[in-house]
């Protein structure tokens, strides 16, 4: 487009600019997310009762015991 407008060269770019668009909201809204429930339950999904009675049931209380090895505080 060697010697056209800035305008001609605008008008030419809105289609394809919509198009691009238009197939990139298509793309957001086929994406789902799973919700943080489903999340832990994929991860549980194979675990024995056993395994789900060992995980820590005060995690957030108790985090720097966890993730650090401090002792556990009083709650």
């Known amino acids: ?10 008008d030419a770019l809105k289609p394809m600019l919509a198009e691009y ?4 909201d298509d793309q957001a809204e086929a994406r789902t997310y ?3 429930w489903e999340t832990a ?3 549980t ?6 395994e789900i009675a060992q995980l ?9 015991h966890y993730i650090y090895g401090t002792p556990k505080r009083a709650l």
């Open 1 to 10: 487009m060697q010697g056209a407008t800035f305008e001609n060269l605008v």
């Open 21 to 24: 668009f238009q197939q990139s």
């Open 34 to 36: 799973k919700s943080i």
């Open 41 to 43: 339950q994929d991860i």
């Open 45 to 50: 999904s194979d675990m024995t009762s056993e």
């Open 56 to 64: 820590p049931s005060a995690g957030a209380e108790q985090h720097d």
